[in-house]
């Protein structure tokens, strides 16, 4: 069984627990299977067939069960916004065809070799760094829940740090296999990128105010340092930085230390 049929039937199956998903909200809200609601699903299952073949043709030997993933995580989010308001879902479901645009896009463009996209690394880098600040411009950040995490541009309103998310990878993965063998021999000089990942991590708690997306990201740099040197002692000091880092902010950071109160409630409820 070659790579991409093996990613064809995972995504047969997503796509049939898709199918499942929305016609179990429709019977609970009308007590009967709904056509129109198992379209969203059927829609749904050929976007991501229109993505396998993009894959098939650009990228035959890729990893099989990443996409099949991606879409189940996309297949759960859009069934419950399905649950909430099948309105949403459609508006969620335009962006999920634009994803898949630009991921089709994407590999055509670099069909011959992605790696030219090293070349770029440093402006994906610094770009994340701009779009992580995007929120904190007067005018265009929008705080919501307390997270200072959106933009507003007229009717759009989006989160720049998903874009962001993004270009750190491309930038990681570009700089870590440059300096890979450098930073496997740990030396103490070398630890430099570590505590500028993890400063702009505490950066981006204190100007977000959200533990959640520093975690993230600072967990992305961790999980791609220790693919690319095979070291978990440099897992291990990271952890322990965030974690100082974290409970500095805690105490020093009302905004991040009442969001950490209030998550620890409502567990503590639940």
């Keep these: 069984m070659t790579l991409r049929t093996r990613e064809l039937l995972n995504l047969l199956v997503v796509g049939i627990l898709t199918g499942l998903g929305f016609a179990s909200v429709y019977i609970a809200r009308q007590s009967e299977i709904s056509t129109g609601s198992l379209s ?17 043709l650009t990228v035959p030997y890729a990893d099989p069960y990443l996409m099949p993933m991606a879409a189940l995580l996309t297949a759960i989010g859009l069934t419950e916004i399905y649950r909430l308001d099948p309105q949403d879902a459609f508006r969620q479901g335009l962006w999920i065809v634009i994803g898949i645009g630009l991921f089709s896009a994407t590999l055509f463009a670099l069909r011959r070799d992605y790696r030219e996209l090293e070349n770029y690394k440093y402006l994906f880098g610094l770009g994340a760094i701009v779009l992580l600040v995007l929120p904190a411009v007067p005018g265009l950040g929008v705080t919501i829940n307390g997270a200072n995490l959106w933009v507003r541009a007229g009717p759009l309103q989006f989160q720049p740090g998903e874009l962001a998310k993004l270009m750190l ?17 740990g030396r103490l000089k070398d630890l430099g990128p570590l505590l500028l990942i993890w400063g702009c991590a505490m950066l981006v708690l204190v100007q977000t105010n959200d533990l959640g997306s520093a975690l993230l990201y600072f967990g992305i740099f961790l999980g791609m340092l220790y ?17 100082a880092g974290s409970y500095g902010a805690y105490r020093t950071v009302p905004r991040v230390g009442f969001r950490i109160a209030r998550e620890g409630y409502v567990l503590y409820r639940s």
């Design 40 to 56: 969203y699903a059927a829609f749904f299952f050929g976007l991501y067939l229109v993505a396998h073949v993009v894959a098939r």
């Design 169 to 185: 990878i491309v930038f990681l993965a570009g700089y870590l296999r440059e300096k890979r063998e450098v930073l496997a021999q």
């Design 227 to 243: 693919v690319a040197t095979g070291r978990f002692a440099y897992v291990a000091a990271g952890l322990a930085l965030f974690v």
